[in-house]
């Protein structure tokens, strides 16, 4: 099983400012990585897919980067809304889909 | 909009068999591959199994000896059975959508149920 570890687990960023997560697979993964966003009480909803897609309907200050093992999402002006809990998933191991364990960004 | 709701049972007891069923609106089952996904604070997000209108299914391997998916297109809706319970199942359980056309599938999860909770507990 392909193992998602992300960092940091808390990222605290002001109002306007970049937030950066990151993510890293166990192994390679190629580009077949996905991001999700998930506010309280919500399901998860997906921001990013082929490691650097955005979703539909998906502003464009939120971006993905990397490839192999080390992945990047970036909001690049953290709006009100952006506070939340990040989770990549990769599906290059398909059909064993694995999830990072989440990095929750938060108002400094 | 295509729409997913689970429903069923908020309390199993230990041993006992856990039943979900997600009823998809405003789509066609036959183009997308239907998962069911749970999310506890102890394990996080983890994917439990995939089913196609076909009946073909995947499960984790970690569950895969408790786990049954089933699909009923006519009703457009898909059913997550998992046997022999323990408080370690407690989590809130989504289901999710991968579309999928001719040789083209999506991977990722899109959408996603508003998800419930389901308690192991006697």
């Known amino acids: 099983e392909i193992v998602m570890t992300q960092s940091p687990a808390t990222l605290s960023v002001s109002p306007g400012e970049r937030a950066t997560v990151s993510c890293r697979a166990s192994q390679s993964v190629s580009t077949n990585l996905a991001w999700y966003q998930q506010k309280p009480g919500q399901p998860p909803r997906l921001l990013i897919y082929?490691?650097?897609t955005r979703a539909t309907r998906i502003p464009a200050r939120f971006s993905g980067s990397g490839s192999g093992t080390e992945f990047t999402l970036t909001i690049s002006s953290l709006q009100s809304e952006d506070f939340a809990v990040y989770y990549c998933q990769q599906y290059d191991d398909w059909p064993l889909y694995s999830f990072g364990q989440g990095t929750k960004v938060e108002i400094k | 909009q295509m729409q997913l709701q689970e429903s069923g049972p908020g309390l199993v007891k230990p041993s006992e068999t856990l039943s979900l069923t997600c009823t998809v609106s405003g789509g066609s089952i036959s183009i997308y591959y239907w998962s069911w996904i749970r999310q506890s604070p102890e394990k996080g997000l983890e994917w439990i199994g995939t089913i196609y209108y076909s009946g073909t299914t995947n499960y984790n391997p970690s569950l895969k000896s408790r786990v049954t998916i089933s699909i009923e297109p006519s009703e457009t809706r898909f059913s997550l059975r998992l046997s022999s319970v323990t408080a370690a199942d407690t989590a809130v359980y989504y289901c999710?959508?991968?579309?999928?056309?001719?040789?083209?599938?999506?991977?990722?999860?899109?959408?996603w149920s508003q998800g419930t909770l389901v308690t192991v507990s006697s």
């Open positions: 999710a959508a991968s579309y999928v056309s001719g040789s083209y599938r999506e991977h990722w999860f899109h959408p």
């Open positions: 082929g490691a650097s």
